[in-house]
């Protein structure tokens, strides 16, 4: 294995749970609602997974899609954040492990920038020298991974050279190859049976696993 001088971890799914779809339809459904609009949840479902903007909405009811994206960004932080306060998004067990590396650690998310400081104060997590969410704007949106600029721009906070990124989904595999690193892969259980078109450089069943690999290498 490689001599990393840094690791970067992606948040949700990796560091803690992943969001609950329900409160992030609830979120978008609010948001249009903030306008004066009523939406049925179907119809702004296909926005959670990957965050487009639901523009043949947005042009039926005459909104601006940068006022909308400010809006629906501001709900969806703060309906996470409730959520958590009630028990939702709980850091896994093995995050713990992070404490034994002895490299600098950052991390980028695609989860707004307000949400991911939201969840590590919440949650006591200072294991970070640098982090980056998307910023609540389209450009941001934008930029969000598979994109590698919020992790070039981590990487450069970092000083790092050979900086391994990991995450829980195809899309993190791919923005650490544009961004020239490797990658891994964390197997966790909402991925247990990903299929995934890309291939990683390594693949954990958990952080232990994977700290204890990065340590042996050093």
């Known amino acids: 294995m490689t001599e ?10 990796v560091i803690v ?16 609602a903030a306008f004066d609009v009523t939406v049925d949840p179907n119809e702004v479902e296909a926005s959670i997974g990957d965050d487009p903007v639901p523009r043949e909405l947005l042009q039926k009811h005459d909104l601006d899609p940068e006022a909308f994206w400010h809006q629906r960004e501001l709900t969806a932080s703060l309906f996470q954040q409730a959520h958590t306060r009630d028990g939702g998004k709980a850091v896994y067990e093995d995050v713990d492990a992070l404490a034994a590396l002895d490299v600098p650690l950052g991390l980028v998310s695609n989860n707004q920038h307000a949400t991911v400081e939201f969840l590590l104060a919440h949650h006591g997590l200072d294991y970070f020298e640098t982090v980056y969410g998307r910023q609540p704007t ?3 949106a934008a930029r969000r991974k598979p994109e590698a600029h919020y992790l070039k721009n981590a990487l450069a906070d970092l000083g790092a050279a050979t900086a391994l990124y990991v995450g829980d989904s ?7 190859h544009r961004a020239g690193l490797d990658s891994a892969f964390l197997r966790r259980e909402h991925v247990r049976d990903a299929a995934l078109d890309v291939e990683p450089t390594y693949e954990f069943s958990d952080l232990r ?3 204890e690999t990065v340590t042996n290498s050093q």
């Open 17 to 32: 749970e992943p969001s609950d779809s329900d409160v992030l339809l609830d979120a978008v459904v609010d948001a249009f």
């Open 170 to 176: 195809e899309t993190d595999v791919i923005a650490a």
């Open 138 to 140: 389209l450009a941001g």
């Open 4 to 13: 990393y001088d840094a690791v970067v971890f992606d948040n949700d799914g």
């Open 209 to 211: 696993e994977l700290v």
